[in-house]
Nanobody
C-alpha cells in the first residue's frame, strides 16, 4: 500500500524553526521527485518545494533562503527544515509525489499542521 505520513508540525514562535518529516512506504521512493505543498487557513494549495530523485531542489520565492528540503533514500524519508518562521507560514503541510505510469497519479499524505504564533 502506497503511503506518505507527515510528522513534526506544531506551534512555534515567529523566528523559530521546525523540521517536518514525510515517511514513505509501498513504492520505490528513490526514483521519484518529492514535493511539499501547504494550505493556509481559508486559502488554496501552495507549492513550497520539491526535490528530484537526484537531489536537485526548487523553492517557492516565499520560502527561499529559509526552508531546506532534503531526502534520505535509505530511510525512505523526505524532510523540510524550516527556519525564520513567520506567521504567514501557518498552514497544513503535505508531502506529495506524482507519476505517469501506467497513467497519471498523485499521492498525498494526511498533512501536518504548523502554527507560527506568539
Amino acid at each position: 500500500q502506497v503511503q506518505l505520513v507527515e510528522s513534526g508540525g506544531g506551534l512555534v514562535q515567529p523566528g523559530g524553526s521546525l523540521r517536518l518529516s514525510c515517511a514513505a512506504s509501498g513504492f520505490t521512493f528513490s526514483i521519484y521527485a518529492m514535493s511539499w505543498v501547504r494550505q493556509a487557513p481559508g486559502k488554496g494549495l501552495e507549492w513550497v518545494s520539491d526535490i528530484t530523485s537526484g537531489g536537485g531542489t526548487n523553492y517557492a520565492d516565499s520560502v527561499k533562503g529559509r526552508f531546506t528540503i532534503s531526502r534520505d533514500n535509505a530511510k525512505n524519508t523526505v524532510y523540510l527544515q524550516m527556519s525564520s518562521l513567520k506567521p504567514e507560514d501557518t498552514a497544513v503541510y503535505y508531502c506529495n509525489f506524482k507519476g505517469d505510469y501506467p497513467k497519471y497519479f498523485e499521492v498525498w499524505g494526511q498533512g501536518t499542521l504548523v502554527t507560527v504564533s506568539s
